[in-house]
């Protein structure tokens, strides 16, 4: 538990609302009451602090936030309103609302406040992952950098494992993986209580597979295989990949045999299968396959007598049941007529809060923005 778990936010909430009515135009008191208004998912009113601090006083911090927050949470839509203000309306306790996504405003916000070139990685780094969600890699590489060399300027700042990671994801899809490489290595440095990832070290392994490094990938898959089982993050599948690109076919085998399929996905099978079929394993293919099929046919025969499910989740459940035993039947047929499956590895984007004044994951007060 951490000591803002022990915190009454409800009770800090009305405190703090009594504080807004006398002194409406505080928009730092805003910024902070929107913050808590999340610690208790008040999110609606939480928008229409961040939006009143707006009207009230556009500054790169209020427009920031409130751009921050339509990325990450989206708006709200006020069903049936009536007379009176937006934000009295919003107060009214019969107010119902429908969430929708908020892309266009949040990056017309954030794009605004970029021309400015302002000294703060957040919006930086929050750009970035909006031109990555838009497979823009080009652009998220010239934000993501200039973000960088904002804090290497800086000199006591250094950059994030989320600023690392999402720059070296741009790399790989660009193939450019000596750049990529690069990049993973030093966001798996960065690991701390604020984001413990994992996927930036495996990312790192497979570019290093894939640049031909053998010794070093086997390596980073050795480290990640133990930290996987000390963190209990289940990432062996995954790290199996990094032997199965330098085609060390026993290895793969090694750790894929271990697992317990009901609980992996058979996304996997095509590398393991073919590894088994390397090594002249084709029994265990065989079984593995056939067991499989057997439980999923057994799993969609129990929801489809079921008269509690709903029909039409039987048939969805049909449908991709058969789907998935399609699948496991033509990876062997093709492992058998020896065609090699190509590892599709996509690099987990990082985030993290950007909100400024988070006091949960952010300073509260950091020397924010310089114009």
Same mark, same amino acid.
């Given at each position: ?38 610690e ?8 229409f ?21 339509y990325?990450?949470e ?35 916000i954030?794009e ?5 070139k ?7 780094n ?6 990555? #969600? %838009?497979?823009?890699?080009? *652009? $998220?590489?010239?934000? !993501?950098?200039e973000?960088?060399?904002?804090? +290497? /300027? =800086?000199?006591?700042?250094?950059p994030?494992?989320?600023n ?16 990529a ?6 966001a798996?440095l ?22 031909? #490094? %053998?010794?070093?990938?086997? *390596? $980073?898959?050795?480290? !990640? ?6 963190? +209990? /993050? =289940? ?15 026993e290895e ?27 090594l ?19 799993e ?11 029909? +039409? ?9 058969k ?8 990876t ?40």
């Amino acid at each position: 538990m951490s000591k803002y778990d022990e915190i009454g936010f409800e009770k800090i909430a009305l405190q703090m609302q009594k504080q807004v009515k006398k002194d409406p135009n505080n928009v730092q008191l805003r910024n902070e009451l929107a913050i808590v208004f999340m610690e208790i998912n008040q999110y609606e009113d939480a928008f229409f602090q961040l939006q009143a601090a707006v009207e009230i006083k556009p500054s790169v911090q209020t427009l920031y936030n409130l751009g921050y927050f339509y990325f990450a949470e989206g708006k709200p839509i006020i069903e049936d309103i009536g007379s009176g203000s937006f934000e009295e309306d919003a107060e009214e306790e019969e107010m119902s609302y429908t969430w929708e996504i908020a892309d266009k405003e949040a990056f017309d916000i954030v794009e605004d406040l970029l021309k400015n070139k302002p000294r703060h990685y957040f919006p930086y780094n929050v750009m970035g992952e909006m031109y990555i #969600k %838009k497979e823009k890699y080009e *652009e $998220a590489i010239g934000i !993501l950098e200039e973000a960088i060399g904002i804090l +290497e /300027e =800086a000199i006591t700042l250094t950059p994030s494992l989320e600023n690392l990671n999402n720059l070296g994801l741009c790399y790989y899809k660009k193939g450019r993986l000596p750049e990529a490489a690069e990049c993973f290595r030093k966001a798996h440095l960065l690991r701390s209580s604020n984001n413990y990832s994992l996927f930036p070290f495996l990312s790192y392994g497979i570019c290093l597979a894939h640049l031909g #490094k %053998k010794s070093e990938a086997k *390596e $980073a898959a050795k480290e !990640l295989l133990l930290l996987s089982e000390k963190e +209990e /993050e =289940a990432l062996e599948a995954d790290i199996a990949e990094i032997y199965y690109i330098l085609e060390d076919y026993e290895e793969v085998v090694k750790i894929y045999s271990k697992l317990d399929w009901e609980f992996y996905s058979e996304e996997f099978f095509p590398t393991y299968f073919y590894s088994l079929w390397k090594l002249s394993k084709t029994k265990e293919i065989e079984e593995l396959a056939s067991k499989t099929i057997q439980r999923k046919e057994k799993e969609m025969k129990e929801v489809i007598q079921d008269p509690d499910e709903e029909e +039409e989740f039987k048939v969805e459940c049909e449908e991709v049941t058969k789907e998935d035993i399609a699948f496991i039947k033509n990876t062997v047929k093709e492992v058998y007529w020896g065609k090699a499956p190509t590892v599709k590895y996509e690099p987990t984007l990082e985030t993290r809060c950007y909100l400024y004044g988070c006091f949960r994951h952010t300073d509260a007060n950091p020397s924010y923005f310089s114009i």
